[in-house]
């Protein structure tokens, strides 16, 4: 038992980080979503230093960006999660999968809100 504990700790901060930035990468290397929604991040920081955004509005825009890559990330989660502990159908597998892409649905509508009311609001 005390060698599953090993494999599932971190001995110290920087192993923390590590396999932090670890999930971060497999992220990005194997999910597509992801992947498209970096990119958006970026041509929307960068429109908004183009329209000359006030410090406040990147705050709204990088809360609303970094919840749509946090729930993303979330979900990519809990998909791997059910799929370690079943590669069968089952009911509630998929709703534990569901649930966690409506909530990256729900993050990315509340920041196309949150973007179309900043663009919206320096485009006119």
Do not use: R
Not at 37 to 55: E, N, P, R, T
Not at 71 to 77: A, D, I
Request: charged share 15%; hydrophobic share 60%.
């Amino acid at each position: 038992m005390k060698e599953d504990k090993q494999m599932t700790s971190n001995k110290n901060l920087f192993d923390a980080f590590k396999n932090a930035f670890s999930g971060i990468a497999y992220a990005i290397k194997t999910q597509a979503n992801i992947k498209i929604q970096l990119a958006m991040v970026v041509i929307v920081m960068v429109a908004g230093a183009i329209l000359k955004f006030s410090a406040i509005e990147f705050v709204f825009l990088t809360f609303a960006c970094g919840l749509v890559l946090v729930t993303e990330m979330l979900n990519t989660s809990i998909e791997a999660t059910v799929n370690l502990v079943t590669d069968k159908f089952h009911p509630i597998a998929k709703i534990a999968k569901d649930v966690g892409a409506g909530a990256v649905l729900i993050a990315s509508l509340n920041a196309l809100v949150v973007g179309l009311i900043l663009f919206i609001g320096k485009i006119i």
